[in-house]
């Protein structure tokens, strides 16, 4: 399913939508060049899953948790280049815990996804518009109507 939006608040309530419809252990898996938009999804994930908090890129960090009914846990992949330098970020002990993971810079760690994790990949279009196609689970096939 491929949704295109005009600015930031349009990603914002698209990806709403979508955190009404995850559940624990659900993956995203995100792509997009730097500047994409992929920390401003993570904050509509957020508010559609009931999480009333500040959200900001885990950038040095690695990753940022987030309590509520389900957990969303927010990583940050980028400087991830080796299997070594995932285990000591602690992914796997994340994985199967009834958390959300979403994951920025998926690409540096996809051979180690599960094969049911949702990819959300977002474009930049001319100004502020992005094109957003999330693959995956059918849960999202109209989402975005």
């Not at 599960?114 to 999330?134: A, C, F, L, M």
């Amino acid at each position: 399913m491929t949704y295109t939006t005009k600015n930031a608040e349009e990603t914002i309530k698209f990806a709403e939508k979508i955190g009404k419809l995850l559940k624990p252990n659900d993956i995203i898996a995100y792509k997009g060049s730097m500047g994409a938009g992929k920390t401003t999804f993570t904050i509509g994930l957020a508010k559609g899953m009931g999480l009333d908090v500040w959200v900001s890129s885990p950038t040095f960090a690695l990753v940022y948790e987030y309590e509520g009914d389900i957990p969303l846990c927010h990583f940050d992949m980028y400087r991830i280049n080796t299997l070594d330098e995932l285990y000591s970020t602690g992914f796997f002990d994340y994985l199967d815990t009834g958390r959300v993971l979403a994951i920025e810079w998926s690409e540096n760690i996809e051979e180690t996804l599960p094969k049911n994790h949702i990819t959300i990949d977002i474009q930049i279009n001319e100004g502020d518009s992005r094109t957003i196609t999330v693959l995956g689970d059918e849960r999202f096939e109209n989402i975005g109507d």
